[in-house]
């Protein structure tokens, strides 16, 4: 198993460009999650899904749209990028609420 | 709502030493709690986690984690550290019940340092 992938591992905006984070993960997992870390505020959580065709916000879901069209896959789309958006993204999915969740290994974004 | 607390940023102790960190919470149900381990440019690592039962978890790399209901307290615990546990370590909480898309809280992480 390969786990939860993401693809970049770096990218650079310039402000108001747009663009999608990958996240894909191969364990059948319903539950899907974006968070986003910054220094001193650990892991906020952007928008979350709980199976295919089921999106929900979380705490900092503005200026981000998400969508589920398979199990599999939770792309993560900054529709403007802005600079207060240059942060560290994480994917993380598990197999329900008791489970833990599995992390991949993040995409660095910077916004300038 | 629901929240959770580290209430120290920065851990530092001896190798060889046992160490804690600290955690509390607060959600309106029964929790499920977790903690997880991040090395430098890494994706966060499952430790352990605490469901229901022995309020005594054991988890990854020796570790475990204690849960005490009266002081809605999950501390993390080793006996003896070692210097590559040096790492950011992050509580988090998921409440049982609830809507069902419900999903984790993090604390703000603890940046642990054990010196040789």
């Known amino acids: 198993n390969a786990g939860v992938t993401q693809t970049p591992k770096f990218q650079v905006l310039k402000t108001g460009q747009s663009m999608t984070l990958q996240c894909a993960q191969d364990?059948?997992?319903?539950?899907m999650s974006w968070y986003r870390q910054d220094p001193g505020m650990g892991l906020r959580l952007i928008h979350y899904s709980v199976g295919a065709g089921i999106t929900d916000q979380g705490e900092v879901p503005n200026g981000y749209n998400v969508s589920r069209s398979t199990t599999e896959d939770f792309p993560l789309r900054l529709l403007s990028a802005a600079p207060s958006q240059t942060s560290v993204y994480f994917c993380?999915?598990?197999?329900?609420?008791?489970?833990?969740?599995?992390f991949g290994p993040g995409t660095r974004l910077t916004v300038t | 709502a629901q929240s959770v607390a580290q209430p120290e940023d920065q851990v530092k102790v001896a190798e060889g030493n046992p160490l804690t960190v600290k955690c509390t919470y607060s959600v309106s149900g029964n929790p499920y709690l977790f903690w997880y381990v991040q090395y430098p440019n890494r994706g966060l690592q499952f430790l352990l986690k605490?469901?229901?039962?022995?309020?005594l978890v054991k988890g990854s790399y020796g570790f475990e984690a204690e849960f005490n209901k009266s002081q809605t307290s999950f501390h993390l615990k080793k006996p003896s550290a070692l210097v590559s546990d040096s790492a950011l370590y992050f509580c988090?909480?998921?409440?049982?019940?609830?809507?069902?898309?419900?999903?984790?809280?993090f604390g703000t992480g603890t940046s642990l340092t054990v010196i040789p």
């Open positions: 364990m059948n997992h319903e539950y």
């Open positions: 605490y469901i229901t039962g022995d309020n």
């Open positions: 993380a999915s598990s197999r329900d609420r008791g489970f833990e969740q599995y």
């Open positions: 988090a909480v998921r409440d049982k019940t609830g809507k069902p898309g419900n999903q984790f809280y």
